[in-house]
C-alpha cells in the first residue's frame, strides 16, 4: 500500500470546513457528521475505514497524546451514559483537530486542550499507510509537543485568559505555569489549591468566568434572573427595592438558589402594602390564617396574621400547622367544647344553638350574632360552681338573654308574658 502524507489527509479535511452536520451524512460538501467526515477523507486516498465510530477506534495503533501527529484520529467519550467512542475528528498539529462537532454546527477546528475535550480525551489512533513528513535519514519524524501559551493554558481549564488577567492569584499562577511550561493536570491542579478555587462555590466559578468570557450572555442571565425574581415577589406577596431585586437575582444566578433558598428570601420582604393588604401567597395564607382564627373564635392581631404569612413563603411552617394552633388556642379558650375542638368541630358551629336563642329571642338576624357577642361567649366559656367549665345549658341561657331589657321590647313580648301568668293562675285552680 502506498504511504499517504497525514498532511495531505488534513488538507483534504479542510475543504470541508463549514459544511453543515448531518446525522448519518456522508458528503463533504452538502453535510457530514463525525465519523463521515473521517470516511469520507480517508477514502479520498484509498484508505476504507469502518462507517460508525465505535468500529473506527479499532484501525490502527493506539498513540498517546503527546505522541500525536497530522493525519492520526482523535477520539471522545461525550455521552456519559453509554461507554466507548461517542465522537472522532482528524489531527492537525498544533494541538489542533477537525471534527464535525453536533447537529446545529458546522465542521471546525478546535483544540485539544479544550476544558470540554480534555475531559473527554479517549485515546488516539494510526492508521496504517499514514505517515508525517519524511525526515532528513528516510524516517518519519514525531511532532514534537507543541509549547502552550497562556491563552492555550487558560482554555485547558475552559476559562479565558481575560478571566485569569482578572484574578491577581490566578493571573500569577498562570504566568508561572507558562514560565515553567508546566503540564495542562499540573496546572489544574494548582488551580484547584488557590483561595479563589477554595473559597467560591462551582456556581460562583462559572458566573465569574461567563461574566468575563462572554459578558453579552452573562448580562441577558442576570437580567432574566431579575425578571424571575420581580415575578416570585409578586407571587410570594414580597415588596422588594431595585436592591433586593439586585441581590436575589444575583444569588439565584451565582449561588444557584433552588425554590426554597429563594423562598426564604423572599418571606423575610412580606410586608402590608400602603393600603395595609398583603399580595400574592402571603395575601391567601393572611385570608386564610384570619377565617380559620374566626372560625375558632380566636382573636388574631395584624402582627400575628403578618408573622405566620412570612413564615409559610419562607417554607418554615405549613398551614395545617397554623390551623392546628389555632385550634389549640381555642380548645385553651372554650375548655368546656375542648373534646369536640379537638375532634374537628369549629367554635362558631358549636355556638350555633345559643346564636340562634339571641336571634329569635331579641328579634335580630343571626348574621349579626356570633361567638365572639358576649352573652354567647359568656354561655359558652362559663365555670361550675365547682370551677369546672361547664357551658350553661339552653334553658338557662334563654332565661338569661330574655332578662335583657331589649327582650321586653320585642312585639308581642308583653301578650306573651301575660298569657304565661294566666297559665300559671290556672294551674294553681286561680282564675279570673
Known amino acids: 500500500m502506498a504511504t499517504v502524507r497525514g498532511e495531505d489527509i488534513v488538507n483534504t479535511a479542510r475543504t470541508a470546513l463549514g459544511?453543515?452536520?448531518?446525522?448519518?451524512?456522508?458528503?463533504?460538501?452538502?453535510?457530514?457528521?463525525?465519523?463521515?467526515?473521517?470516511?469520507?477523507?480517508?477514502?479520498?486516498?484509498?484508505?476504507?475505514?469502518?462507517?460508525?465510530?465505535?468500529?473506527?477506534?479499532?484501525?490502527?495503533?493506539?498513540?498517546?497524546?503527546?505522541?500525536?501527529?497530522?493525519?492520526d484520529l482523535v477520539f471522545f467519550d461525550t455521552d456519559?451514559?453509554?461507554?466507548?467512542?461517542?465522537?472522532?475528528?482528524?489531527?492537525?498539529?498544533?494541538?489542533?483537530?477537525i471534527h464535525a462537532p453536533r447537529p446545529g454546527a458546522s465542521v471546525k477546528i478546535s483544540s485539544l486542550a479544550e476544558g470540554y475535550y480534555m475531559d473527554r480525551w479517549l485515546g488516539g489512533r494510526r492508521v496504517s499507510g499514514v505517515s508525517a513528513d519524511p525526515s532528513s535519514g528516510g524516517g518519519y519524524a514525531e511532532e514534537v509537543a507543541p509549547r502552550?501559551?497562556?491563552?492555550?493554558?487558560?482554555?485547558?481549564?475552559?476559562?479565558?485568559?481575560?478571566?485569569?488577567?482578572?484574578?491577581?492569584?490566578?493571573?500569577?499562577?498562570?504566568?508561572?505555569?507558562?514560565?515553567?511550561?508546566?503540564?495542562?493536570?499540573?496546572?489544574?491542579?494548582?488551580?484547584?489549591?488557590?483561595?479563589?478555587?477554595?473559597?467560591?462555590?462551582?456556581?460562583?466559578?462559572?458566573?465569574?468566568?461567563?461574566?468575563?468570557?462572554?459578558?453579552?450572555?452573562?448580562?441577558?442571565?442576570m437580567e432574566a434572573a431579575r425578571v424571575a425574581?420581580?415575578?416570585?415577589?409578586v407571587k410570594m406577596g414580597a415588596i422588594l427595592s431595585e436592591k433586593n431585586v439586585d441581590q436575589l437575582a444575583k444569588n439565584m444566578v451565582h449561588l444557584n438558589w433552588q425554590e426554597a433558598q429563594v423562598q426564604n428570601y423572599l418571606g423575610a420582604y412580606v410586608k402590608?402594602?400602603?393600603?395595609?393588604?398583603?399580595?400574592?401567597?402571603?395575601?391567601?395564607?393572611?385570608?386564610?390564617?384570619?377565617a380559620e382564627a374566626y372560625r375558632n373564635g380566636v382573636a388574631v392581631t395584624e402582627q400575628s396574621v403578618l408573622n405566620n404569612a412570612q413564615y409559610l413563603v419562607r417554607g418554615l411552617t405549613t398551614m395545617?400547622?397554623?390551623?392546628?394552633?389555632?385550634?389549640?388556642?381555642?380548645a385553651g379558650l372554650y375548655p368546656a367544647f375542648a373534646e369536640q375542638i379537638k375532634a374537628g368541630a369549629s367554635i362558631q358551629e358549636l355556638a350555633s344553638p345559643y346564636i340562634q336563642v339571641v336571634a329569635q329571642e331579641l328579634g335580630v338576624p343571626d348574621t349579626d350574632v356570633d361567638v365572639y357577642s358576649p352573652k354567647v361567649k359568656a354561655a359558652m366559656t362559663r365555670a361550675n360552681a365547682q370551677g369546672q367549665p361547664e357551658a350553661m345549658n339552653l334553658g338557662d341561657f334563654t332565661q338569661m338573654v330574655r332578662n335583657d331589657p331589649a327582650w321586653r321590647k320585642q312585639p308581642g313580648v308583653a301578650d306573651k308574658t301575660l298569657n304565661v301568668g294566666r297559665q300559671v293562675l290556672a294551674d294553681m285552680g286561680l282564675g279570673f
Open 148 to 221: 502552550l501559551d497562556a491563552h492555550e493554558l487558560a482554555e485547558t481549564y475552559g476559562m479565558s485568559y481575560a478571566f485569569f488577567k482578572s484574578q491577581p492569584e490566578l493571573w500569577k499562577l498562570l504566568n508561572g505555569a507558562v514560565s515553567a511550561q508546566w503540564t495542562p493536570e499540573r496546572f489544574q491542579a494548582a488551580v484547584k489549591n488557590t483561595s479563589w478555587w477554595k473559597n467560591n462555590s462551582d456556581s460562583v466559578r462559572q458566573s465569574q468566568v461567563l461574566a468575563k468570557t462572554d459578558p453579552a450572555t452573562h448580562k441577558a442571565t
Open 320 to 330: 395545617e400547622q397554623v390551623q392546628a394552633s389555632i385550634r389549640q388556642q381555642s
Open 229 to 233: 425574581a420581580r415575578q416570585l415577589a
Open 272 to 290: 402590608f402594602s400602603s393600603d395595609h393588604v398583603l399580595g400574592g401567597m402571603a395575601g391567601a395564607a393572611a385570608k386564610a390564617i384570619k
Open 19 to 71: 459544511v453543515d452536520y448531518v446525522w448519518g451524512g456522508n458528503s463533504l460538501t452538502s453535510g457530514v457528521d463525525c465519523s463521515g467526515l473521517v470516511q469520507q477523507v480517508y477514502a479520498r486516498y484509498g484508505i476504507s475505514l469502518p462507517r460508525t465510530t465505535y468500529n473506527q477506534i479499532n484501525i490502527g495503533a493506539s498513540v498517546s497524546p503527546n505522541k500525536l501527529r497530522p493525519g
Open 80 to 97: 456519559r451514559k453509554k461507554s466507548g467512542p461517542d465522537h472522532v475528528g482528524i489531527y492537525m498539529g498544533g494541538g489542533k483537530f
